[in-house]
């Protein structure tokens, strides 16, 4: 589902001159599978998954996702995916009901598929109570749950998720990490990118840390534990950044 | 380009347009609200001041050192109220005597008028005393020419008269082209300001932008749908500024007092057929404003420091905005490429009557052409992740 091979990005700007950061990297993810993605902050996690998305240019190589190449066709790209990431706002002034519905169009959804689609994710995600309600009066959580339908509106078969659970409380947290376990399920492929270990541990089938923009590290929690000798995650990830004593 | 994704991002864009409330204050209630409001007071209070000159002048005294008896009875029979100062420029300016009038004997005598001309009052009154000693003089005159056996006809061997052939639709034509135009070129912009911004900058500090960007919308499709929306903002500004005007314009020649003032207000070229030429000369405008200003602030990273760009544009638009208006321009094709000042300057000429088809033409293509190179910039600007991710 997902095959990146060598990509890489550099910035350039006058303050802080040119900088590589994310630096020829490869990885697979098949259907099916959760694949974390896990790094400090400033690691290359974001930059890579925003590669994927399509929302910025490889300045080298590139990847596929379902078979549709994110350089040369990067909006059959964006047709195949659900693009979430954590810090992401929401259209103020509308209600997620409107929201669903734009972000359905945009995706070519007739308005019976839609209409369906809506109510089918609202049900999972229990947010009829507040359908109607203009975004910037709801809670942190019910935004969460808004985005989340937005990303799963159109069944696309590859998720991009980017701390999609980032300052949210307990419930509304286990509600995603739900509908993640749900969409693996159903076949789907899911690149997920977080900075909590027990969710990473708990949720992904493989783990790739990344640092300074490199993926040093790809494998199950097995082969991780088999590799550096260190037993929980936490250890893990300290060992491959060279922090654990 | 498919038009049901544009479509939505439009729709999209025009639903959340018309629920911020800055946005309804700029596209809605200064046009609909604070112009009339200001026009009508603005009126009332011309009227109202002219008005008080005019008593004023009337009643208050005006200071006198004459020693002629026959000046002082002329300014008494017009009903000139006279009072005697020592320092006539001094009650002038101190406001104790609407004007001053004094003798200073010599040959022939000088009778000299203080006036503040500053004061509407004084002006007034120097006006009357004028024409009260002009008609003495007049008077004089005549009595000499009769002791002498000269008939009074040698002082009038033929009559000068000059004839306003313009008519009342051009003068007022005249007069307010000039400022309808400027009126509505800033507040079109001014209106078009906080729409934009909410769609590029806004959306960049909200975080709204990556969702919309990772949809399979394209950036082309995107920018259409935006820029559209923004230009049906501003067109909607300037539709409602030209129709609240045409309204209080038509309606504030009853606020007046004045006739003058009354014959300007009813006169003002304002029916439907002028009104629908302006409008369309407002639409390739509406594109070009739009676009420039999306361009400019897709720059920015917030609504502040989108409005800290865009504020400097609207005031740069008044200059061309106001010289366009001004009536030593004489249109030519060459004026008519200079985009903000041709339709400005077109406004004033199709509410006096006079535009030349060629003129039209040439205003309206060039704005086309300044309005689809906006567009590819705002197209071009939009693609560039260095715009859109910038940190």
Known sequence: MIQVRGLSKTFSDSKRGTRL???????????????????????????????????????????????????REPQKVREQIGFLSGDMGQYGRLTPLEILNFFGKLYGMDAARRASRIDALMTMLDMKSFAGVRTDKLSTGMKQKTAIARTMLHDPPVLILDEPTSGLDVPTARAIETAIVDARKAGK????????????????????????????????????????????????????????? | MRFPIVSAIYQKEMLDLIRDRRTLISMVAVPLIVMPLLLNLAVRLMSRMQENAENEAKTMAVAIRISTPSIREALEKAQIQLVEKDDLKDAVLKKTAAAGVEEIPGTPSLVQIYADNSNPTSSAAAARVHAALDDLKEARVRESLKNSGIPASVLTPFVVKRTNIAGARKMSGMVWGSMLGYVLLLLMFAGGMYPVIDMTAGEKERKTIEALLSSPATRQEIVVGKNLAAMSAIFITAILTLGSMVYSLKGSHLASKSPEMQEMMRTIPLDPHTVTEIAIILVPLAMFAAALMFSIALFAKSYKEGASYLTPLVFVVIVPALMGG??????????????????????????????????????????????????????????????LFRS
Do not use: W
């Not at chain 1, 977080?194 to 990344?210: F, K, P």
């Not at chain 2, 001004?326 to 009557?353: D, E, K, T, W, Y």
């Open chain 1, 189 to 245: 492929c899911v690149l997920y990118s977080t900075h909590v270990m027990e969710e990473a541990e708990y949720l992904c089938d493989r783990i790739g840390v990344i640092s300074g923009g490199k993926l040093r590290m790809v494998g199950t929690m097995d082969e991780l534990r088999a590799a550096t000798g260190k037993q929980r995650l936490r250890e893990i990830f300290l060992d491959l950044l060279g922090l654990e004593q």
């Open chain 1, 21 to 71: 950061a994310v630096d020829n990297v490869s990885f697979d993810v098949r259907a099916g599978e959760v694949f974390g993605l896990l790094g400090p902050n400033g690691a290359g996690k974001t930059t890579t998954l925003r590669m994927l998305a399509t929302l910025l240019k490889p300045s080298s190589g590139t990847a596929a996702l379902n078979g549709f190449d994110i350089v």
């Open chain 2, 326 to 387: 001004m009536s030593g321009f004489q249109m030519s094709p060459a004026l008519c490429l200079i985009p903000i000042f041709n339709a400005s300057q077109m406004i004033r000429g199709i509410l006096v009557g006079d535009v030349s088809t060629a003129n039209f033409t040439i205003t309206m293509g060039a704005n086309v052409v300044y309005a689809c190179l906006a567009f590819m910039v705002a197209t071009k600007q939009f693609e560039n992740e260095n715009v």
